[in-house]
């Protein structure tokens, strides 16, 4: 479905800003009121937070790959889901390696580009935490 790509366009715009260390370029691809999720159970809005927040995982030079991507649309909203990785460098050097179920919400903007309001990256933490329990 020709949306589909332009969704999962929003997604790689986001991570390769992430790639170049450009906070504006990854805020573009959020509403503004977004709530982007962290860490697990930690969620997080407003402009001051999340620049934080990306500014913290920028730091780590992160260079993040998906093992594909699923999109489910309803009208002007849309469902993301991808396992994702990420590789970077933690503040003492060291190798640093991620990896996670990204769960995101997005809507259809008046002017036809799509923009997430939820974004979990952890999306697969309850179903690890079921798991190890």
């Known amino acids: 479905m020709e949306s589909d790509k332009h969704i999962t366009a929003t997604v790689l715009t986001m991570t390769e800003a992430f790639h170049r260390g450009d906070i504006p370029a990854i805020l573009r691809t959020y509403e503004p009121m ?6 697990p159970t930690k ?7 999340l ?26 909203l849309a469902l993301h889901i991808a396992p994702w990785q990420m590789l970077g460098t933690a503040p003492d050097g ?35 935490d079921v798991r190890q329990g």
């Open 34 to 39: 977004a709530v982007v999720v962290g860490a």
């Open 51 to 76: 620049r934080a927040l990306f500014a913290d995982f920028i730091a780590l030079k992160p260079i993040f790959t998906y093992a594909g991507h699923d999109v489910v649309q309803a009208g002007d």
């Open 43 to 49: 969620p997080l809005r407003g402009d001051v937070a």
């Open 94 to 128: 060291s190798k640093l390696q991620q990896r996670g179920l990204s769960v995101a919400v997005l809507r259809r903007q008046p002017d036809g580009q799509w923009l997430m309001v939820i974004d979990q990256p952890f999306g697969d933490a309850l179903l690890n």
